[in-house]
């Protein structure tokens, strides 16, 4: 019964398991991009609020 064109179980769970890795792969290297533009974010937001500090701190109005 061992025709042609069919794929045995050996290589199919071969491909089922680099497919899975090569997917959760994928999947890490997401999170990690997106975890970095987070921090980058809040970085930016932290200096800005430091900055509107410092500038409130000096007590010069353009008034």
């Known amino acids: 019964m061992g025709g042609r ?3 045995g179980d050996k290589w199919s769970s ?3 398991w680099a497919y899975a890795s090569y ?4 999947q ?6 997106v975890e ?3 921090q ?4 930016m937001m932290a200096e800005g609020l430091k900055n509107t ?6 007590g ?3 008034v």
């Open 5 to 7: 064109g069919v794929i």
């Open 14 to 16: 071969r491909i089922l």
């Open 23 to 26: 997917r959760k792969s994928n």
């Open 28 to 33: 890490c290297l997401y999170m990690v991009v």
């Open 36 to 38: 970095r533009q987070l």
């Open 40 to 43: 980058n974010r809040e970085r």
């Open 53 to 58: 500090v410092a500038e409130v701190g000096t």
């Open 60 to 62: 010069t109005d353009n």
